[in-house]
């Protein structure tokens, strides 16, 4: 049977992401053009647009799974960087490239930084086939960012994380936005964090439960 994937896009927008309130249109119609399936592992492809997160690669090398957001938490959090068209976004942890795809329609240019060298041949070769010209991908440690294109307008955190490194909120431009979610599970929280004349200030915007991002988590402290 032929999976009609552009009704399941269609389906994702109305369903998942404007009940969500997921009201940008520029996002919401970035996501009704990117072909999701595109950006996910071969048998699970049928499964691209169901409200849960996919799995897109396995633990390895003592670092947990790796998986693409559920579309409706994705759509929270890039609403909430309010991406301009004139910015330049790193997308932390870009996984197979779907986020950097859907960023490339709203912004000047997309810095997809991937630690996964297998996710990244993976983000590379679905990105070019998309026509994707305005993302680069990178490779590093995530927590690390990007330092050589920094510094940026928006930076896109994509996972859970226990605390947001000083290393990324230096690489954001004055009048910059970094999106992360802090915590875990149903207790984690979306939050905005905005540098003005130097100074990073931050809020939590609501509740998101993702998963968590790999290389941020805090060494656990033993009491003697």
Avoid: W
Wanted: with cysteine; proline share 5%.
């Amino acid at each position: 049977m032929t999976i009609d994937f552009s009704q399941q896009r269609a389906n994702m927008v109305e369903g998942q992401l404007r009940t969500s309130d997921v009201t940008s249109n520029p996002l919401l119609d970035a996501m009704g053009e990117i072909p999701r399936e595109a950006f996910v592992p071969g048998r699970k492809k049928a499964l691209a647009y169901i409200d849960e997160d996919i799995e897109i690669a396995p633990a390895a090398d003592g670092n947990g799974a790796r998986y693409l957001m559920e579309p409706a938490a994705f759509g929270k959090l890039i609403q909430l960087a309010d991406v301009q068209s004139s910015d330049v976004v790193l997308d932390v942890g870009s996984g197979s490239g779907y986020s950097a795809a859907v960023l490339s329609r709203l912004a000047s240019f997309v810095v997809a930084l991937e630690s996964d060298e297998g996710l990244a041949g993976m983000a590379t070769e679905a990105l070019n086939e998309l026509g994707c010209v305005n993302v680069a991908v990178v490779g590093g440690a995530l927590q690390g960012g990007y330092a050589d294109d920094a510094p940026y307008d928006v930076i896109v955190i994509g996972g859970a994380v226990d605390h947001v490194p000083q290393s990324l909120l230096d690489q954001l431009r004055n009048g910059g936005r970094l999106v992360a979610v802090i915590g875990e599970g149903n207790a984690a929280q979306a939050h905005l964090f905005v540098k003005d004349d130097g100074i990073v200030s931050s809020r939590p915007a609501f509740n998101l439960a993702v998963r968590p991002l790999p290389g941020f988590q805090k060494e656990p402290v033993f009491v003697f």
